[in-house]
């Protein structure tokens, strides 16, 4: 059982043909049909929900770990900008917060700083950098900023933990010395490595207006630090 | 809204209207005619209007089926209506969030955008230290208004300055703050006077018709804090009692008279000026003096019990001790009044 088709006709005749086709409804038509299956390639390689929580935790510390060893290495690169995140920042500040706390514990007075107010500075000291940053002209993003700003806290944070062990032992006026060093050597590798990212976002002839507010904001940090 | 590209042919006469035009119309464009949203007084766009009322009644309805979805669960009956009405109530929905997503991001933009103060943050560094320069010189001339610029990046910056040259004054000097963190106390001083006393003196400018505006205030008295954020570094490093008084009388009379002299310069009328001086330099003086004053009582204290007659006034016994450490420091002056009391015997 064939079915009837019309065979290429002249333009002008086009429909000539196809008075001739006839099928009767019980002749079956033969051939096949594909129905075109969305790719699911792409999907997996987006698709992150199905993965065990470890490999995403995994994921996440290692990605967090990296722009560790890139604040470390402070060289001219993207990364830390391109894939930004907040967890760096906030397990330093929570880390210094707890530490620089602990120290007000030991004394009878309200001399140091709370946890809340650790928090609050750092937090709204970036957002406040970040602001002016955008209003002098800088091409760089909020978030972005932030991050930058979070994660080159981390030399304060060894510092912190290089002057509680300083404290532990060694006589008064020697741990002083030692203390100041060690700040002031990591207050400016901050300010160092945070210029090295941003700087290249801002317009050139205005770097020194968005570098000084940095310096302020770890000069404060690390003067809760060495007075704590 | 003007209507899509077909045009409004108001050709029908009858109080009913036609149907052809309107409902080609409203099938086929997706625009809906704003003007004619709410007219339902027998025009030809009648039909327009019930369109419009029936999206909403259904929008209702789908709320309401979806309000109820979660009470009605496996109800079966309700399901039937649910299935035609479900997916028109989430399209319907979701044009409602589009809608109030596209207001809310608009107003947003128009009041938390910080565009507005992007002209006033165009400096350049080279403007800025001449600025700071230009704050200690005061101008003579006062029958011409004098240029004020109209900045708040230097004044911003200043502020913050002067925030962590008070902490590093309160931590050697031990302050304790009771209620009250001193992050909070420095920031809420700085922030407060800037902001407070700017308000006030352009209160009273209004008052006294003067010519300044609320940036230039700002801006001015922003800049007048460079004299009191380099005093007060000087001395909480320094400590001589006749030292802050010299400094407070030069620095901060300097960086006060250029101030007031810009204030004078744009108002007239002897008592309108005598007033804003006055005022003016009241308060910016009596600043600094309390900034000095008020953060220092402690370390003062502790200088008196170091100070023997026969000593000499320079005892910079551990001026940045923590305050963990101020029963050593008491130990220090125990023996040191002692050491004093041997010397003056001898």
């Given at each position: 059982s064939t079915m009837h088709v019309p065979t290429a006709a002249p333009k002008p005749n086009?429909?000539?043909?196809?008075?001739d086709v006839s099928i009767s409804g019980d002749i079956p038509v033969e051939g096949e049909i594909n129905v075109p299956v969305g790719t699911p390639i792409q999907d997996k390689e987006y698709s992150?929900?199905?993965?065990?929580v470890k490999d995403t935790i995994l994921r996440d510390l290692k990605a967090v770990g990296k722009k560790f060893v890139h604040v470390m290495y402070p060289?001219?690169?993207?990364a830390l900008l391109r894939d930004w995140d907040l967890w760096g920042p906030l397990l330093l500040c929570v880390t210094l917060a707890l530490m620089l706390q602990g120290?007000?514990?030991?004394?009878?007075?309200?001399g140091g700083p709370q946890f809340a107010e650790v928090f609050v500075i750092i937090w709204f000291g970036s957002v406040i950098i970040t602001l002016n940053s955008k209003l002098l002209?800088?091409?760089?993003?909020f978030f972005q900023s932030l991050c930058v700003l979070g994660y080159c806290i981390m030399p304060l944070t060894v510092a912190m933990v290089v002057c509680r062990l300083v404290l532990l032992g060694g006589s008064w006026r020697f741990s002083f010395i030692v203390r100041l060093i060690v700040v002031t050597a990591s207050f400016s590798w901050s300010t160092f490595a945070s210029t090295a990212f941003?700087?290249?976002?801002?317009p050139p002839n205005r770097k020194a207006l968005v570098v000084y507010p940095v310096f302020l904001f770890y000069f404060v940090i690390g003067w809760m630090i060495l007075t704590v | 809204k003007m209507a899509s590209?077909?045009?409004?042919?108001?050709?029908?006469?009858?109080?009913?209207?036609?149907?052809e035009d309107n409902i080609i119309q409203g099938t086929g464009s997706?625009?809906?005619d704003m003007e004619n949203m709410?007219?339902?007084?027998?025009?030809?766009?009648e039909d327009m209007g019930e369109m419009h009322q029936r999206m909403k009644e259904e929008e209702e309805v789908a709320e309401e089926a979806e309000a109820t979805e979660e009470e009605t669960g496996e109800d079966g009956e309700f399901l039937g209506i649910k299935g035609i009405k479900g997916q028109l109530g989430r399209q319907v929905a979701d044009e409602v969030w589009q809608a109030g997503k596209r207001q809310a991001s608009k107003a947003f933009n128009l009041y938390a955008n910080i565009d507005i103060l992007r002209p006033y943050f165009d400096v350049e560094p080279m403007q800025v230290r001449n600025r700071l320069i230009e704050s200690m010189i005061p101008i003579r001339m006062i029958n011409f208004p004098q240029k004020i610029a109209g900045e708040l990046y230097g004044p911003m910056m200043l502020v913050f300055t002067l925030v962590a040259i008070l902490l590093h004054g309160m931590k050697t000097s031990g302050t304790v703050i009771r209620e009250g963190t001193l992050m909070g106390t420095a920031i809420g001083t700085c922030f407060g006077y800037w902001l407070g006393v700017s308000s006030f003196i352009y209160f009273l400018a209004y008052l006294c018709n003067a010519q300044i505006t609320m940036l230039q205030m700002l801006s001015l008295l922003g800049y007048g804090l460079f004299g009191h954020c380099v005093v007060l570094f000087v001395t909480y490093n320094v400590h001589f009692h006749s030292l802050f008084y010299i400094l407070w009388l030069v620095v901060g009379g300097l960086s006060t008279l250029r101030m007031v002299a810009a204030v004078i310069s744009r108002t007239v009328g002897q008592t309108p000026r005598l007033i804003l001086c006055g005022t003016l330099a009241a308060l910016h003086m009596l600043f600094l003096l309390y900034l000095h004053f008020a953060y220092h009582k402690i370390v003062e204290g502790i200088l008196d019990t170091l100070e023997?007659?026969?000593?000499?006034?320079?005892q910079r016994v551990a001026?940045?001790?923590?305050?963990?450490a101020t029963a050593a420091m008491n130990a220090v002056n125990a023996t040191v009044k002692t050491l004093g009391v041997i010397l003056q015997s001898q």
């Open positions: 086009i429909f000539a043909g196809l008075s992150t929900l199905d993965e065990p060289k001219k690169s993207s120290g007000s514990v030991n004394s009878k007075e309200d002209g800088g091409t760089i993003s941003l700087a290249d976002y801002q | 590209s077909d045009g409004n042919k108001n050709t029908n006469t009858e109080p009913w209207g036609g149907f997706a625009v809906i709410d007219d339902t007084s027998g025009s030809s766009f023997g007659p026969n000593m000499p006034p320079i001026r940045d001790l923590p305050v963990v």
